[in-house]
């Protein structure tokens, strides 16, 4: 058995955050994000299916990334 769970669109939606950022149509923002292939999945049927993994990658290639500041002492 995998360690790699997998996510359902809604608990997708849920750990990723697009559900708490004020979306009125947060499925639509995922169907988005897969339809441009910045979001890999399995169709199993009419369903789609989401590897915490390949959620993750999505989260960290969109991540800002702040330079570190250095305070004078």
């Known amino acids: 058995m995998s360690d790699d769970p ?5 608990e997708a939606i849920e750990y990723v955050g697009l559900d708490r950022q004020g979306l009125r149509q947060p ?3 995922l169907r988005w994000l897969c339809r441009t292939g910045k979001l890999k999945y399995a169709k199993i049927g ?3 299916k989401f590897r915490k993994s390949w ?3 999505l989260v960290e290639r969109n991540a800002i990334r702040r330079p570190e500041t250095r305070h004078a002492d």
């Open 6 to 10: 997998v996510y359902t669109s809604d």
């Open 27 to 29: 499925h639509e923002s």
């Open 46 to 48: 009419r369903r789609l």
């Open 55 to 57: 959620l993750d990658d």
